[in-house]
């Protein structure tokens, strides 16, 4: 079961600086890391704050709808300061959230009480919802989940897709273990040697998410490559890990890579 770990706070992109500048200098949060669609502080009790500017997911597919969060977002005072999601939207943001470590190698059960309850408790627009998943190349996902969720919570029959669907979930465990993630990793990239280099050498869109400079000086890309590698080997246990999965790259069996590449090609996730 998925637990809580961190506080999400979502603004706008153009008030990033300003809202750094409060959590540093105002409340004594210390800043940890810049990823590409958040910054990540901890306060003095230890909580992890992360600062999200973006709530896109580097998915093309995905990143179509998750990019128009503002549009389906409105005041909730006069004020300003506080924004809610329209319901077909935060439902949407919530599948959208569990397709994403899907296809990365674990989603958590977690994730599937929360779209139950959502689809019980929650008022929203079905045809509205379903056209937000199309958008996002998530009909099929969503169609499976749906049934797999009336499997488990309801009396539901279980068909190939559920069981395929579960079973993945349940191998994965919370975010995914070493052996589903490269599992699914391969299947998405194609085989181990591809993976390898897509660790090795990220995509100019993710590589400028950590180093914005590259957007505007491309010629700067191998060395921003080289240091983002830098920047890894320096987290904690960060050398340690990156050995255990090109370890495991290496030898994970065929089989288990077929099975991932089966499930994400029949919910259409690649």
């Given at each position: 079961m998925r637990t809580s770990s961190d506080i999400d706070i979502l603004i706008d992109r153009n008030n990033l600086s300003k809202a750094e500048n409060i959590l540093e200098n105002t409340l004594n949060y210390k800043k940890y890391v810049d990823n590409y669609h958040d910054v990540t502080f901890v306060t003095p009790r230890g909580i992890p704050i992360e600062l999200h500017f973006s709530?896109?997911?580097?998915?093309?597919?995905?990143?179509k709808m998750l990019n128009k969060v503002w549009e389906y977002s409105k005041p909730l005072k006069n004020d300003g300061y506080e924004y809610v999601q329209s319901n077909e939207y935060f439902f949407f943001h919530n599948?959208?959230?569990?397709?994403?470590?899907?296809?990365?190698?674990?989603?958590?059960?977690?994730a599937c009480i929360d779209c139950y309850l959502l689809r019980n408790k929650l008022t929203y627009d079905e045809s509205e919802l379903r056209e937000m998943c199309s958008i996002a190349g998530?009909?099929?996902?969503?169609?499976?989940?749906?049934?797999?969720?009336?499997?488990?919570?309801?009396?539901?029959?279980?068909?190939?897709?559920?069981?395929?669907m579960a079973s993945y979930i349940i191998k994965g465990g919370n975010f995914g273990t070493l052996e589903t993630i490269i599992a699914a990793k391969q299947s998405v990239q194609g085989n181990k040697y591809r993976y390898a280099f897509s660790r090795l050498w990220v995509t100019t869109e993710h590589l400028s998410g950590y180093y914005p400079i590259v957007k505007k000086h491309k010629v700067l890309i191998p060395i921003y490559q080289v240091k983002r590698w830098i920047d890894r080997a320096k987290h904690r246990g960060g050398l340690e890990s990156y050995r255990e999965e090109f370890d495991m790259n290496a030898k994970i069996d065929k089989k288990t890579?077929?099975?991932?590449?089966?499930?994400?090609?029949m919910l259409d996730l690649i």
């Open positions: 709530i896109n997911e580097n998915m093309q597919n995905l990143d599948i959208a959230h569990m397709a994403y470590p899907f296809v990365a190698g674990g989603c958590g059960i977690r998530l009909d099929k996902f969503y169609k499976v989940l749906m049934n797999l969720l009336d499997v488990w919570f309801e009396d539901g029959i279980a068909t190939d897709e559920t069981d395929a890579v077929e099975d991932a590449k089966k499930t994400l090609k």
